[in-house]
């Protein structure tokens, strides 16, 4: 206990608070510039720790990951770009707001989700660490396959529209996930002796082509045909019935995120896609989803920031980085002496806990700007589209490049721009075809993983308990339609009613 | 456009260099007199944060103060460093654009790859060597293995994936000891790692950085290295030689430029690496990091990797091994 109480001496001392601030700041400014993240940034920015306290120069390069996480929400809403993997789920509902003019609405419920879901999984951190850090390691190739097959079933169930032309779509993004060098064997699949497809097609050119840059194509044509006022802004903060409606979905976002951030590798995108289904089965009104539900805004922004904090436990309690950034973090660390593992916590007690809580004052920072700059950015919308388009594009494009300083990858946002276009066209929904693309290769690798680990047996996946549970669950959830429908018809007349509504 | 960018560059350069090259000699640019003339590139052919890149930065760190000029670290990700060697490759040999080139790209990846995508090192004028990295073989403490001769049933191994090192020194080693093993593929040191911690894996052959805390926490138990002489961190773990197999296996390091850069730019860049390496905090990066400094000059560098890629070939083809077929 006195651990913890030290660690707060050590961030209240005026240096550290200083470089708190600017990590979140930082962060928060590369949150919204879609493309540009948090592992990249704090690799260009690691020299300037060199002459930092270990826990000084952990502090703000924590602040930056964080920090990200609640400004990466806000393109997602204003412009439809979501930045990260973690933030797509967030699209739906967060864009359909803004164009109903509660953009406000929705970056505010975001920003103190994203509060409430830090802060909680921060308490939760400190208290049970060593205990969930063991349990992650009980999760091994068999249940990410698992996992990953939960993620795609939950696909059709986020999807709009049609469930074929989801499944459609679907299967689109699987493929596309199959280009680039084979991890197993190194053979090339669908590069066509292209290097820059060796490594497969990277995330962000996919999903700011096909939402971004498709969203700017269909919204001009609009335009053309009828001159469309720019969405009128309501709301700058969410309403009391809008937090009452989010409450919820904000609690169990928190223990979702938290939960799921612990796995290594692909824990955040996981939660905040399960976080936004589970709002929406449990929802009475499951078709306000994908039209401006605020728990679709809520629940996913709580768990990826949830998420974000758990995914520091396997770092600091097991001296395993979870994603890009705490590998990045993982390095930081080993430049300034220290050897993050098992041993952390009781050999270097103040900056374990000096950095843990640091975190309740970063988000408690990022809240406080959260606040003035939720009106600022709403403004943006007022902006003519005129301007605002080409500025969007501009954004963009720069924003893929930064990735892997690739001018091949401005191409792919180009032409998934006009697959995007396509699409809505004919009434086809991009989001499962981003999802399964973000799923498919960890379902693939997760899958031969397994098989090569049970030596070709699939009846493996039975004998572990965590994956038997999870294989259980999930033939639960994939049957439950045709349960229902087997049930005699005593809801129908309910959900009818719903809908009149 | 980047061809178009290219020239413009070219062209913008050569109108600078007749403008002030009046009172040069005729052979002022390409002596290197006036080497460097704006600011350099060090590619990285891995992502950020990664080994190879922290050891970009802190040389480019060190190399800016005595070539007087900026040094910029840029990530070329893709194709374990094929991507970045191909654009080195197509860079203007003046030596304002260098690379970090991993010597597993040349001298293990060509032995998964088709010979079409592996990269030549030949094709390139390398500068320096910089440093090398030992491998370790650790184990979960469960399976109770201690030394190679406990293995005494079929195993999984993990690897940081095709074509790596880490496959390499494990295919190698559990072929000469008639161990019957399965590769399960992994996308680098982390999760591999973390796989052995699990238990899903039965060991693993890692770099040694990677595995310190968990040698350390006595989370992993350390079964051989790879290394040449058993490193100082683990003075009690034998070297796979001392152990009685053959796998010499290091990663290892370089600064390399387009073929064709002029001998006396490569000598200044040689210069200035050598006064980054003898800086003390490039020295305390190396310790903290469990590197062996390998800072010998090009052709020394050449002579020790085309001979890896040699012998690797020759054991490899002894023990029947393939790389590429192992799923």
């Known amino acids: 206990m006195s651990d913890v109480l030290g660690g707060f001496a050590v961030v209240l001392q005026p240096e550290n608070l200083l470089y708190c601030l600017i990590g979140v700041v930082i962060g928060m400014l590369i949150g919204v510039l879609p493309g540009l993240g948090p592992a990249a940034t704090i690799a260009v920015l690691l020299p300037l720790t060199f002459g930092l306290e270990p826990v000084t120069a952990i502090i703000m390069l924590a602040g930056i990951f964080y920090g990200a996480q609640y400004g990466g929400t806000i393109t997602s809403v204003l412009l439809k770009l979501p930045g990260e993997a973690s933030s797509v789920v967030t699209v739906f509902d967060g864009h359909a707001l803004a164009r109903q003019g509660r953009a406000g609405t929705a970056l505010g419920i975001a920003a103190i989700g994203s509060f409430i879901g830090g802060t909680a999984s921060i308490v939760a951190l400190s208290v049970v660490a060593p205990f969930v850090a063991g349990f992650a390691l009980g999760f091994g190739p068999p249940e990410y396959t698992m996992l990953a097959l939960l993620g795609i079933l939950l696909v059709a169930t986020i999807s709009q529209g049609g469930r074929v032309k989801a499944l459609v779509a679907a299967v689109v993004g699987l493929l596309l996930a199959t280009v680039g060098r084979d991890g197993f064997t190194g053979a090339e699949r669908f590069t066509f002796e292209n290097l820059a497809l060796a490594d497969g097609i990277d995330f962000v050119p996919v999903a700011m082509g096909l939402f971004g840059l498709g969203e700017i194509l269909h919204s001009l044509e609009e335009r053309h045909r009828a001159l469309r006022e720019p969405a009128p802004i309501a709301d700058v903060w969410p309403s009391r019935a809008d937090l009452r409606q989010a409450g919820g979905a904000i609690g169990r976002g928190s223990v979702l995120g938290f939960a799921l951030g612990v796995l290594p590798g692909g824990g955040a995108v996981l939660s905040s896609m399960a976080a936004y289904a589970l709002e929406k089965r449990r929802s009475k009104h499951p078709e306000r989803f994908g039209n401006g539900a605020i728990e679709g805004v809520a629940a996913p922004e709580t768990a990826n920031n949830a998420a974000a904090t758990s995914s520091f436990i396997p770092l600091l309690s097991l001296g395993i980085p979870a994603n890009a950034t705490m590998a990045v973090i993982f390095g930081a660390l080993l430049i300034q002496g220290v050897a993050p593992g098992p041993q952390l916590v009781t050999e270097e007690p103040e900056l374990f806990w000096g950095v843990v809580n640091s975190m309740y004052v970063g988000n408690v920072l990022l809240l406080i700007m959260s606040i003035p700059l939720v009106g600022l950015f709403v403004r943006i919308l007022r902006v003519r589209p005129a301007v605002l388009a080409p500025i969007t594009v501009l954004i963009t494009l720069i924003g893929a490049y930064t990735v892997n300083n690739s001018v091949f990858d401005i191409g792919l946002v180009i032409a998934f721009g006009a697959l995007g276009y396509l699409m809505r066209k004919a009434g086809f929904d991009p989001g499962p075809l981003v999802l399964a693309f973000v799923l498919g290769s960890l379902l693939e690798s997760s899958l031969r993983r397994s098989l090569l680990i049970f030596d070709g047996d699939p009846t493996g996946f039975l004998t572990r308990p965590i994956s038997g549970t999870l294989l259980v669950f999930l033939l639960f959830v994939a049957l439950l339609p045709a349960l229902q429908r087997l049930r005699p018809r005593r809801t129908r007349p309910e959900n009818a009613t719903a809908g009149t509504r | ?327």
């Open chain 2, 1 to 327: 456009m980047t061809s178009r960018l290219r020239a413009l560059t070219a062209t913008v350069l050569a109108l600078a260099l007749t403008g002030c090259g009046g009172n040069l000699g005729d052979d002022g640019a390409a002596d290197g007199a006036d080497f460097p003339d704006r600011a350099l590139t060090l590619l990285v052919g891995q992502d950020a944060g990664g080994s190879t890149d922290l050891i970009a930065r802190a040389l480019a760190d060190q190399v800016k103060n005595d070539l007087g000029r900026p040094v910029t670290v840029q990530n070329r990700p893709g194709a374990n460093g094929a991507v970045a060697a191909k654009e080195l490759a197509a860079a203007k040999p003046d030596g304002h654009t260098m690379i970090v080139f991993p010597g597993t790209l040349a001298y293990i990846t060509p032995l998964a790859v088709t010979p079409a995508e592996a990269v030549d090192i030949t094709g390139y004028d390398v500068v320096t060597g910089i440093s090398q990295d030992d491998f370790v073989l650790v184990a979960n403490p469960g399976t109770g293995f201690r030394t190679v001769t406990d293995i005494d049933r079929a195993i999984t191994y993990g690897t940081t994936g095709v074509g790596t090192g880490s496959q390499l020194t494990q295919a190698l080693l559990f072929a000469q000891a008639g161990i019957k093993a399965t590769a399960v593929p992994f996308d680098g040191g982390a999760p591999t790692l973390t796989a052995v911690l699990g238990g899903q894996v039965d060991v693993a052959s890692v770099q040694l950085g990677e595995a310190q805390a968990q040698i350390k926490a006595g989370k992993v138990t350390p079964i051989v290295t790879f290394a040449q002489k058993r490193p100082s961190y683990l003075p009690d773990t034998p070297t796979a030689v001392e152990a009685g197999y053959t796998v010499p296996v290091q990663q290892s390091r370089a600064i390399a430029v387009p073929k064709g850069t002029p001998p006396q730019i490569v000598d200044r860049l040689r210069t200035a690496f050598q006064k980054a390496f003898a800086g003390q905090a490039y020295r305390d990066f190396n310790t903290q990091r469990l590197l062996t400094p390998n800072e010998v000059d090009g052709p020394t560098l050449l002579g020790q990797w085309t001979g890896s890629l040699q012998t690797y070939r020759a054991l490899v083809d002894q023990y029947d091994i393939n790389l590429a077929g192992t799923a």
